[in-house]
């Protein structure tokens, strides 16, 4: 009887160890929790905001570092130090760079369409033929900055920071024909308010420019 009990008590004991066990998969096995949680579509999507172009930088010190000709759509930079870096010819659409230090920083001919840049520092940058369409400035600082051949249509910049980059405005962008001074509206105050994005009467943007936005977003549906 006692042998009983005995043998009883140590496969009560043994039971809870064996479920464990047999609970336990290795991690080469289990499932990808990306391909086990999410449809295929989602997965493929990656990145933040389901863009896999989008990275984090946000308050990054990286002064002097190289993104030339890189894809960071939609990025975020933050409050981020990127003083005297390179953007040359980088896609940038709708990256946020709000709060960013962006002193002597070349930007020469990157599309920035689409960028949120509220108080940014943009003191001595480079802006030569770069994209800035619908752009947001508000409370950013342009001095000396480079501005030949720059788009700034429909963008949204400071009264004060406009009538400053008027006065050297000049050249005409590679990309849309636009030139500097048409685009921000130098001398013409007509001109100046169709071009700002809060007025009603503004020209609508057009199909092709939303077509080309929205090849920029997620897609979960075929």
Known sequence: ????????????????????????????????????????????????????????FGEAEIPNSDFKGQDLRRSNFTAADVRRSNFAGAKLNGAYFIKAVAFETNFEGADMSDVLMDRAVLVGANLK????????????DFDKADITGADFSYALIDKDQQMKMCRRADGVNSVTGVSTRRSLGCG????????????????EVSDAEKAAFRSTQAQYFE
């Open 1 to 56: 009887m006692r042998c009983a009990a005995r043998k009883n008590s140590l496969a009560s004991a043994a039971a809870p160890l064996a479920l464990a066990a047999a609970m336990m998969v290795s991690p080469a096995v289990m499932p990808a929790p990306a391909l086990a949680d999410l449809s295929r579509a989602e997965y493929e999507a990656g990145g933040e905001f389901g863009i896999g172009s989008a990275q984090q």
């Open 129 to 140: 033929d770069a994209v800035l369409l619908r752009a947001v400035f508000t409370r950013s």
């Open 188 to 203: 013409n105050k007509r001109q100046r308010l169709e071009a700002t994005p809060s007025n009603p009467d503004a020209p």
